[in-house]
């Protein structure tokens, strides 16, 4: 079964320094995510991306994150200065389509630890 | 996205079924149900989704209200691996917004 894969799956990083989490979504999907979970609490939405362009993004959201696809597989989460309430686990997860017609299947996550 | 209702906990005991309730009074009539569930230390993973059948698959059947106000995830034989949060979302298919939005879900306990 395709699978949505996410690299690495624990990152930690110092205060202030800049990350990347990578993602593969599933090969013929167009519709990309990343959702974030803070220990104990509730899955977030960030971002959606389709067609190279962000289409919809939450508060969370802000100038430090952004996102891209460099290729054609490769779906990236960059923080530019992480500070120590990103610390979270990240998923990516990707659909063919965006209309709820189809469902969306996620990574397994990175956990991302912020000292 | 319209709002669900679930209960906060729910126990099984091994190879029986098990019903997980969701109430969405307030759908609208373009509204998907979706079902997800999380394992501990994964990440949600899709169990099913429907909009006015009744859908089964390899891991559940999904039962839509005649009103659509409500739905259940039925699991026919609860295993071990099953015990994992339970989320049910629904998506609008013409709104603007493409994102699930979480609730707190049902967390399904198996007992052996």
């Known amino acids: 079964e395709p699978e949505v894969t996410q690299t690495p799956s624990h990152q930690v990083t110092q205060m202030g320094q800049e990350v990347i989490l990578r993602c593969v979504p599933i090969s013929n999907h167009l519709y990309f995510y990343w959702y974030r979970q803070i220990l104990g609490q509730k899955v977030e939405f960030l971002v959606s991306?389709?067609?190279?362009?962000?289409?919809?993004k939450s508060e969370i959201f802000d100038d430090q994150f952004s996102v891209e696809r460099p290729d054609g597989s490769n779906f990236t989460l960059k923080i530019r200065s992480t500070k120590l309430e990103d610390s979270a686990m990240y998923f990516c997860?990707?659909?063919?389509?965006?209309?709820?017609?189809?469902?969306?299947?996620f990574g397994s996550g990175t956990r991302l630890t912020v000292v | 996205d319209a709002k669900t209702t679930q209960p906060n906990s729910m126990e099984s005991n091994e190879e029986e079924p098990v019903h997980l309730p969701c109430n969405h009074s307030t759908i609208s009539g373009t509204d998907y149900i979706h079902w997800y569930r999380q394992l501990p230390s994964q990440g949600p993973e899709y169990v099913i989704h429907?909009?006015?059948s009744n859908v089964n698959n390899r891991m559940a059947s999904l039962a839509i209200a005649e009103d659509r106000k409500s739905s259940t995830l039925i699991l026919h034989r609860a295993t071990l691996r099953d015990a994992a949060v339970y989320y049910c979302i629904l998506r609008d298919t013409q709104g603007g917004s493409e994102k699930l939005v979480f609730g707190k879900g049902t967390k399904l306990t198996v007992n052996p």
């Open positions: 997860a990707s659909t063919p389509n965006a209309q709820g017609r189809d469902g969306y299947t």
């Open positions: 429907g909009l006015t």
């Open positions: 991306f389709y067609n190279n362009e962000i289409s919809e």
